[in-house]
């Protein structure tokens, strides 16, 4: 009898360990216009670590095709029949927002690779449980108006996508237009399936700005760049970082070429200061990123997963204190703890996240950084 009750209790106890492990989901686009973002994304998440403290790692990804209503449809699966403690993902603004109706209810931290700061921002409602990593529009707007005035540039255009993102990113930086006296002389825009932005640059090059600020994410973003060179013109062009990946080197080729971007520093790690903070980290994950992917094939949406895992592993391993993993209880203490995480560094910023911010970054979350002969060339400007 003692025999088979050992036998029991050992089951029991096998059964409680499995059920003990730590699910990690993911919502990205692997097909459709974005696929360019999601990829590296899930590339980098096939080497994160499988242990947490003493539990065991699970990664469930899911493709929502660049789409808001399968990004729903993946996350409610994610939620409902593999009990995920976190998710990291979607990977662009539009399925970011849409994923909101399901982390509120379900109350399930999630992480969006994407840009807008709309995502977790005000912290509230659904939001609460919602957190975005990439460096804020206002430090991209801070870093690309400061490198116009040391050029000389005081006119400016913009083109970018007819949805959310676009609309949070050109507004973001029409304010800080408007605070530093710059004027804008156009404002254009496209959808990300459109095959075509000529009328929207010919109206820009009539403008005759001094530069041009492409709101627009992935490879759908080099449409404009494309057509602005075609049709002659030859002011200065800033993409942004939604669009820092080699997928958007390789379509965009020559016309690219001298090109300004703020990106968080993990696209040009081995070229940063040695005074930079994330240069270690960010360093670290280039190498083994590039060791199995080949040389120059680092993207910042990897980049961000690869940030949204150490964030996560910060809340769980605080969780794990007074929680089990599949639980709300679990998944408050995760999220309660993420969002109190101070001087975490990460590969493309160091993050000090309140109740009241989700994102967490400053300054130090984003360079200039120049292409150069198909490469990223770190451009080195007053910190």
């Not at 059920?19 to 989901?25: D, M, Q, S, T």
């Not at 699966?77 to 970011?96: F, M, R, Y």
């Not at 982390?103 to 957190?131: C, H, Q």
């Not at 400016?156 to 710059?182: L, M, P, Q, W």
């Amino acid at each position: 009898m003692k025999t088979i009750v050992g036998i029991v209790c050992a089951v029991l106890l096998g059964t409680s360990a499995a059920k003990a492990e730590i699910v990690i989901g993911a919502v990205l686009s692997l097909t459709g216009p974005a696929a360019s973002l999601g990829i590296p994304a899930k590339s980098t998440i096939d080497l994160l670590p499988r242990q947490i403290g003493d539990e065991t790692v699970r990664y469930v990804v899911l493709d929502d095709a660049s789409d808001p209503s399968a990004a729903v449809r993946a996350a409610r699966k994610l939620v409902d029949e593999h009990k995920v403690d976190a998710i990291i993902g979607p990977s662009v603004t539009p399925t970011s927002l849409a994923l909101l109706e399901v982390l509120g209810p379900s109350k399930t931290p999630g992480i969006s690779l994407a840009g807008s700061g709309i995502i977790a921002s005000p912290v509230e409602g659904n939001k609460r449980w919602s957190f975005k990593l990439a460096a804020g529009e206002d430090i991209q707007a801070g870093r690309v108006f400061d490198h116009l005035a040391k050029t000389g540039i005081s006119s400016v255009a913009f083109i970018g996508f007819n949805d959310s993102f676009g609309d949070s990113f050109i507004g973001t930086f029409k304010k800080e237009a408007a605070a530093r006296n710059v004027p804008v002389l156009a404002d254009e825009r496209y959808g990300r399936t459109d095959t075509s932005v000529t009328a929207q640059v010919l109206k820009i090059i009539s403008a005759n700005p001094g530069a041009v600020i492409i709101g627009a994410s992935g490879t759908p973003g080099v449409m404009p760049v494309l057509e602005l060179r075609k049709l002659g013109y030859g002011g200065a062009i800033y993409i942004n970082q939604g669009m820092a990946n080699s997928d958007v080197l390789r379509v965009g080729g020559a016309a690219l070429e001298g090109a300004f971007l703020p990106t968080p520093p993990a696209l040009v790690a081995e070229q940063l200061p040695d005074a930079n903070p994330v240069k270690a980290v960010a360093t670290e994950y280039v190498q083994a990123y590039e060791k199995v992917h080949g040389p120059n094939s680092r993207s910042l949406f990897g980049a961000t997963a690869q940030d949204a895992f150490l964030l996560i592993r910060h809340g769980a391993e605080q969780a794990l204190k007074s929680a089990k993993p599949g639980t709300a209880e679990f998944r408050t203490a995760v999220r309660d703890a993420m969002e109190n995480a101070r001087e975490l560094i990460g590969t493309e910023a160091v993050f000090n996240l309140t109740p009241t911010d989700h994102n967490g970054t400053d300054r130090r979350a984003s360079v200039i950084v120049r292409v150069d002969g198909g490469k990223w060339v770190y451009v080195p400007v007053d910190d």
